[in-house]
């Protein structure tokens, strides 16, 4: 079966526009929101593991983790019902599963020290970041190939400040991402 000129053309436009009623529905919804609260309790939470002792800072960490976990419930209720395409729901769930296997693939690796957690799940989230960026925009992919290879740069070559360098590095990733995407994808 040969397709005609015009028909193949035709077939993009249709594959850019629902790409572009994806981003537009991630936009519009909680994701960019998420992402800049997670950014700002990544750059907090790694902030207080450099400065603070372990004891302290898995405290902050704890309760920064519940606060945002609360409030990332509130945003999607509230912010996520503005803008949804059928099937939406099913990222909510992927992700919900994502985490799961996240605590049982560090459960199973226990016992790690606090430095081997918070790069694992850095490296997890940017995982996420490759995967979404794939299916949505490379530039997503190749920030969480980009933070993925200085986290390991930072966790291997650089420990005595490796908090600081995920503050900004993580934190500041997440949180301009979230930026990115209520500017740019609209």
């Known amino acids: 079966m040969e397709i005609s000129r015009e028909e193949a053309i035709q077939s993009l436009q249709e594959i850019r526009e629902v790409r572009s009623r994806i981003r537009t529905s991630i936009a519009t919804g909680s994701t960019p929101f998420h992402m800049i609260l997670w950014g700002a309790i990544w750059f907090f939470g790694y902030l207080a593991s450099h400065f603070l002792d372990a004891e302290t800072s898995g405290q902050i960490w ?106 900004f590095l993580g934190g500041g990733t997440m949180f301009g991402s979230g930026i990115y995407i209520l500017k740019r994808w609209k």
């Open 62 to 167: 704890t309760v920064l983790a519940i606060g945002g976990s609360i409030a990332s419930g509130v945003m999607g209720y509230r912010l996520g019902s503005r803008y949804r395409l059928p099937g939406s729901h099913r990222i909510w769930q992927i992700w919900i599963f994502f985490m799961l296997y996240v605590v049982l693939w560090i459960w199973v690796a226990w016992p790690l020290e606090m430095e081997q957690i918070s790069m694992l799940i850095a490296l997890y989230a940017m995982f996420a970041y490759v995967l979404m960026g794939l299916w949505l925009e490379r530039i997503i992919t190749w920030i969480g190939l980009l933070v993925s290879g200085l986290g390991l740069i930072g966790y291997f070559l650089l420990p005595d400040v490796y908090y600081l360098w995920m503050a």
